[in-house]
């Protein structure tokens, strides 16, 4: 569509008051994290910046941002190589039995987060991969799996299944046709899907609320904590640190998509 | 060519007696995913699934309950109106929003999809934190109210089901959004000048040709605004406080607090159930992948 | 058997089925090492599902593919020996000219020296060295075909595919590839297998064409013999235009036939004829046909008016409606029009009784 019908007053009023309630409760935690009070209030006598210095001085604050990064690096990693394999595999076989595996992989985007949490709860009990680092990982890899799948999928859409031909009948294996041909041409949707994954993983909170206690205490985790018991303004730091962190991952995403046009 | 080149060696060497299917290769590539999936995601909520029926003993006692007790029936009750106020007013938000949207120009678009897109990849903590910092007994609107003098005593606009609805529709506008906008851009701005050439109102035009072209994408977008609020866990445990129980906070509470694996098994049951006929029944309507983007 | 195989290429029985649709039927054929072969006909006629299948991207459901009297019908892609020009080309967006050309090394494991001087070599076989650097979009659509044949031949493939080669590009510019084609075929001496649907590529280029329809082989041969000698109705029609006369067998001698249509006579050479008393096709071309003038006489006669005409610069197309033979269409070379065509002007037709060709009924022919 373009501007050549524009929206009446009505509508225009509503998608206005729409965004703003969208986006201005989020920007109230930046005036909170610099009050100078000791609780969350606006700035009073002036603005402060020791609830970031708290922050950043807290050694369990950083144990918790360096193993949610850690996490969120190798779901990624997980999440990524599966994904794209996937979704190259199903653009290519491209017959109906791949709709349900296609279909199966979006299958964490549907189910909600509190049922297979519980069931994980379960069967990391057996497998002894409770409250440590690879169950973590793994969970929130396959749980990404859907972002990665989604993004590479759409950009394989516009990819020409001539070009692989091309290869494969030029005496290219399928390893050479996918590092040669294929990765570089889906390179920004894989991308894409990374950053999606990466996200996904630094912000999941239901699985870790289930699969680790001690030895794992993502940054989501501690937020959690911090919410259900002490709320003071070093949440709003931890909260605008946050923002600024996904506002970076999204404008890198947009970059690349920029690039790719 | 090169007249003089020497011989090249073929790619690979033809292979006499077996010979793989042709597509093998490829099937392999869903292999590690298929396997993690199969593994770590889908074995562990069959479980769960199993557990709903063996657990404390075989059978449908669990299910029973469904029936019988008024605890599980006020936490369903509680949910399924929740669900609904969530999904009818992140609808008509939405709606509006995605109507702008459309017919805004492409470098508008850009700046209206940002002011949507922004919030759907903020953690959903940090939001919630947002909330409670504006809505509790002490927080920035009372005190903001109460300031203007408004109001005496400050308002209860959190711990309860107000504040649920507040957060749950902040989150889900963005989702209601998406598959409406994808809907209306398919739709000709030129039928609604027309429209009004031939004499329609600004509302007929919107009445007799947009909405009825939309539909499909308004359906799409409350079945998905719906399963996604069911089994919704992080915003209605915070900005309920622990007072109105959802579904998802229920089995959590029957699960880690009171060790009832078989009920907390069962609703998880329930909602999964719920979901999946939901999608089945509108999966003509709702095209999943085009849903979650998915392409062509 | 020990007998050296001299075919480049063959297919036996090739049929491929989806479903219900039989995209191709039975084809069977053979192709003379350092031949070129064009797979002609209208589109649905199953010539791209036989490339393909050449190819080994499409799996025939019955029938070989043999290359050099080995049978390569299990092998996949990569494994058969063939370079290959795609419709559109296929060139991979991402990389330069050189590195497009290069790929089919890469592929093969060939050092950085020898991938280089192959490269040189392929990009001066079809005069685009300058260009080695460029990316495909950076290249007119003239140029990025001949990179494409360039990375088809650059490994030395004992059979070279091509898809529509010509399809992408306006009418000079086929013109002038077509002739290029040509001699880069006489050049690299390999066997070329061409699809299209433009029967005037097909005959320029061709040492035999194999005309399809309906998934089915009609006929293969030389152009001239194809043109001169079509077997049937669809191939008179579709290599270049055609009348048809329809009529009944009336006599049938040693060296030719008299037929009967209406009160029209016409006597047809040639050997083998139907039966007396059977009806029988004869295909004519349109510049066989002459216009008589005065006295002339000629084997066959029919006399018509001009129901049309167009000048087309060499000469006249003309649409002379008879009364026993319908609409007959003639190719007039100017300099051989004996008179100023208008509407409405009676004329006499003549031409031998050799240039019609009798043909079957297609489906007699089935």
């Known amino acids: 569509m373009n501007g050549g019908y524009p929206a009446g007053p009505l509508a225009r009023s509503i998608a206005w008051a729409t965004v703003l309630y969208l986006l201005l409760p989020i920007t109230i935690v930046i005036p909170v994290s610099v009050t100078d009070q000791r609780y969350l209030s606006l700035p009073e006598h002036g603005i402060s910046f020791r609830h970031y210095a708290n922050l950043l001085g807290s050694e369990s604050w950083l144990a918790s941002i360096q193993q949610s990064f850690w996490i969120a690096l190798g779901s990624t990693l997980i999440a990524v190589t599966a994904g794209t394999l996937c979704a190259i595999g199903c653009w290519r076989i491209g017959r109906r039995s791949t709709e349900l595996v296609r279909a199966l992989m979006l299958l964490p985007l549907i189910i909600p987060a509190i049922v297979y949490a519980i069931g994980l709860y379960r069967w990391f009990g057996t497998l002894d991969l409770l409250d440590r680092f690879l169950g973590v990982t793994l969970a929130h890899g396959v749980t990404g799996i859907p972002y990665v799948v989604i993004t590479v999928s759409t950009a394989l859409a516009a990819f020409d299944p001539r070009l692989e031909q091309a290869a494969r009948g030029m005496g290219a294996s399928l390893g050479q046709t996918l590092r040669w041909v294929i990765l570089p041409r889906i390179a920004p949707g894989i991308a894409s899907g990374a950053i999606f994954a990466f996200i996904h993983s630094w912000d999941e909170l239901v699985l870790v609320l289930f699969i680790a206690s001690r030895n794992v205490f993502t940054l989501p985790r501690k937020i959690w904590d911090g919410i259900n018991e002490n709320l003071d303004p070093s949440m709003a730091a931890v909260a605008v640190l946050l923002i600024v962190f996904t506002v970076a991952l999204l404008a890198l995403d947009g970059a690349l998509r920029a690039r790719r046009q | ?296 | ?366």
């Open chain 3, 1 to 366: 058997m020990s007998a050296p195989v001299a075919h480049a290429l063959e297919l036996r029985g090739l049929s491929k089925r989806y479903g219900s649709f039989i995209a191709v039927d039975a084809v069977s054929l053979r192709v003379d090492r350092g031949q070129f072969l064009t797979l002609l006909g209208p589109s649905g006629s199953g010539k791209t599902t036989i490339l393909m299948a050449i190819a080994g991207f499409v799996a025939p459901s019955e029938g070989a593919v043999l290359l050099d009297g080995a049978d390569i019908t299990g092998l996949s892609p990569e494994r058969r020996d063939f370079g290959m020009v795609f419709q559109g080309y296929a060139l991979f967006p991402h990389m330069t000219v050189a590195e497009n050309v290069a790929f089919p090394l890469r592929v093969r494991g060939l050092s950085r020296a020898d991938r280089d001087a192959r490269v040189r070599g392929a990009l001066d076989l079809v005069q685009l060295a300058a260009f080695a650097g460029r990316r495909p979009s950076q290249l007119s659509g003239g140029q990025q075909q001949r990179v494409a044949l360039a990375r088809a031949l650059v490994f030395d493939p004992a059979l070279l595919l091509l898809d529509e080669p010509l399809s992408a590009l306006d009418k000079k510019l086929r013109a002038e590839l077509q002739d290029e084609l040509k001699a880069l075929h006489r050049r690299v001496g390999r066997t070329f297998v061409n699809v299209t649907h433009d029967q005037e590529e097909a005959l320029s280029l061709s040492d035999q064409v194999a005309i399809l329809n309906h998934g089915r082989l009609v006929q293969m041969g030389a152009p001239e013999a194809l043109y001169e000698r079509p077997r049937t109705r669809f191939v008179a029609d579709f290599l270049g235009k055609s009348n048809f006369l329809q009529g009944t067998v009336r006599e049938v001698g040693a060296t030719g036939m008299a037929l009967q249509a209406g009160a029209t006579r016409l006597v047809q050479a040639g050997a083998a004829h139907p039966a007396p008393g059977r009806p029988a096709l004869l295909s004519l071309r349109p510049e066989k046909i002459g216009l008589l003038a005065g006295a002339e006489t000629a084997e066959n006669e029919v006399a018509g008016t001009i129901a049309s005409w167009a000048y087309l610069g060499a000469g006249y197309s003309l649409s002379v409606r008879t009364a026993d033979l319908g609409e007959i269409r003639v190719a007039l070379p100017a300099w051989r029009a004996p008179i100023a065509p208008r509407e409405g002007l009676p004329v006499r037709l003549g031409w031998a009784a050799d240039a019609a060709v009798p043909v079957l009924e297609d489906a007699d022919a089935a």
């Open chain 2, 1 to 296: 060519m090169p007249p003089d080149a020497v011989a090249l060696p073929a790619a690979a060497a033809p292979r006499a007696g077996w010979a793989l299917p042709r597509d093998a290769g490829w099937w392999a590539l869903l292999l590690p995913a298929f396997l993690l999936m199969s593994v770590i995601y889908v074995a562990p909520i069959l479980q769960v699934l199993a557990i709903s029926v063996t657990e404390p003993t075989t059978g449908l006692g669990n299910y029973e309950r469904l029936f019988t007790s008024i605890g599980v029936q006020r936490v369903i009750g509680t949910t399924l109106r929740i669900c609904a106020v969530t999904t009818v007013i992140a609808l008509l938000l939405g709606y509006a929003l995605a109507y702008v949207v459309a017919l805004a120009s492409p470098r508008a678009q850009r700046w209206w999809l940002l002011g949507v897109l922004l919030p759907l990849w903020i953690s959903v903590l940090v939001r919630a934190f947002a909330w409670v910092t504006l809505l509790r007994r002490q927080g920035l609107v009372n005190q903001g109210l109460q300031g203007l003098g408004l109001i005496d005593e400050p308002l209860a606009l959190v711990w309860n089901e107000f504040g649920i609805v507040v957060g749950m529709v902040h989150y889900m506008v963005p989702y209601a959004v998406l598959p409406m906008l994808a809907a209306m851009r398919e739709i000709d701005p030129r039928l609604l000048a027309a429209a009004r050439g031939l004499g329609a109102s600004r509302l007929m035009a919107f009445a007799r040709v947009f909405l009825p072209l939309s539909a499909p994408g308004l359906v799409a977008a409350g079945v998905l605004v719906f399963i996604f609020s069911l089994g919704f866990y992080i915003t209605p445990a915070i900005l309920g406080g622990g007072k109105t129980l959802m579904a998802a906070e229920w089995i959590k509470l029957q699960i880690l607090d009171l060790v009832r694996w078989g009920m907390g098994a069962m609703l998880a049951t329930v909602v999964v159930v719920a979901i999946l006929t939901t999608l089945a029944v509108f999966s003509r309507v709702v095209n999943l992948r085009r849903l979650f983007g998915g392409g062509h």
